[in-house]
């Protein structure tokens, strides 16, 4: 049996090191553990990576402390409006929902759409209609929006009222979580979900649902999962221009990843993604000062880092 291997991120973008106590960096990192554990379970009884990576992002949906589901981050209006997407590299099945509210876990309406709909992606209303035909777990309002978050948009809506500079850091402008895998048969798949960013207009989507964008799975290449400034992220079809430097340039997932990373960085985009080959090899870039990370191998030990420290085994 081939080894297997899953990746995570919960948002590039990261509290400085300096505001952040060390208790609440241990949240942090046993959060992440939890995640990856969830999806080293599927992989673990012989699953596969599509499975695994809806395990694993539908736990980081679950916790309040990454901008998806129950952590979601909220628009002008105050409301949540979430993005999610998933695609298998076995076959490049794609799904993706944009801007809903209501379904527990975004990412099992992406899969809804892949898996039960003729389309890739699904918005608004439409989307919400064909959820619940597939009788999707729905969720109110008031379990999405989180004290924290109403906080946040309010400070930042204050801040524009003034006139105030934006003196935000990376966590505070964006965040995204996601999830990458390789199972024992060898296939890749890669899921993203998001609130995108606080005080985003009413109706904005990122590069999440975009494919080759902000997700992107085939086994031939890589599975990736971005986070950080979407419209960059969109505008230079970050994920596809990796799988296209592997299949045509031959680079190997570091050099591609860290060079598509590095160039983002330059024109603006501030993020970083997870990718992982068909070889189970996992690269982390980011241009920013920190992303919540993690992978977990064959032996089960989550390993996982928030700034630009290497992972380290986390126990949860």
């Known amino acids: 049996m081939s080894e297997t291997m899953l990746a995570l991120h919960g948002g590039a973008g990261t509290i400085p090191p300096g505001s952040i106590t060390p208790e609440m960096a241990a949240t942090y990192h046993q959060g992440l553990a939890t995640c990856l554990r969830a999806g080293h379970s599927v992989l673990a009884r012989g699953g596969s990576a599509l499975d695994a990576v809806t395990a694993a992002v539908m736990a980081l949906e679950d916790d309040a402390l990454f901008n998806s589901g129950h952590g979601a981050v909220l628009t002008t209006d105050g409301r949540p409006e979430m993005d999610a997407a998933i695609m298998n590299g076995a076959d490049r099945a794609a799904g993706a929902v944009a801007g809903i509210v209501g379904p527990r876990n975004p990412i099992l309406a992406a899969r809804a759409v892949m898996e039960k709909s003729p389309h890739v992606l699904l918005a608004g209303e439409?989307?919400?209609?064909?959820?619940?035909?597939?009788?999707?777990?729905?969720?109110?309002?008031?379990?999405?929006?989180?004290?924290?978050?109403?906080?946040?948009?309010?400070?930042?809506?204050?801040?524009?009222?003034?006139?105030?500079?934006?003196?935000?850091?990376?966590?505070?402008?964006?965040?995204?979580?996601?999830?990458?895998?390789?199972?024992?048969?060898?296939?890749?798949?890669?899921?993203?979900?998001?609130?995108?960013?606080?005080?985003?207009?009413?109706?904005?989507?990122?590069?999440?649902?975009?494919?080759?964008?902000?997700?992107?799975?085939?086994?031939?290449?890589?599975?990736?999962?971005?986070?950080?400034?979407?419209?960059?992220?969109?505008?230079?079809?970050?994920?596809?221009?990796?799988?296209?430097?592997?299949?045509?340039?031959?680079?190997?997932?570091?050099?591609?990843?860290?060079?598509?990373?590095?160039?983002?960085?330059?024109?603006?985009?501030?993020?970083?993604?997870?990718?992982?080959?068909?070889?189970?090899?996992?690269?982390?870039?980011?241009?920013?000062?920190?992303?919540?990370?993690?992978?977990i191998g064959a032996d089960g030990i989550p390993r996982t880092a928030i700034w630009r420290e290497a992972l380290q085994a986390t126990q949860v």
């Open 126 to 295: 439409g989307a919400l209609r064909f959820c619940r035909a597939q009788g999707l777990e729905f969720a109110p309002d008031t379990y999405f929006v989180t004290p924290g978050r109403v906080q946040a948009l309010e400070a930042e809506l204050q801040r524009r009222a003034a006139g105030a500079p934006d003196t935000r850091n990376d966590a505070e402008r964006h965040g995204t979580v996601g999830a990458v895998a390789r199972d024992a048969g060898g296939n890749l798949a890669a899921g993203t979900s998001t609130g995108g960013f606080t005080a985003k207009m009413p109706g904005r989507v990122g590069d999440c649902p975009v494919f080759g964008a902000g997700t992107f799975a085939d086994n031939e290449t890589c599975a990736i999962s971005a986070t950080g400034q979407g419209e960059f992220f969109i505008r230079w079809a970050a994920a596809h221009d990796i799988s296209a430097r592997m299949r045509y340039l031959h680079e190997d997932i570091a050099t591609a990843a860290g060079t598509v990373v590095e160039a983002l960085g330059r024109i603006g985009g501030s993020g970083g993604l997870i990718a992982i080959d068909g070889a189970g090899r996992v690269a982390l870039p980011f241009n920013c000062g920190g992303m919540y990370r993690g992978t």
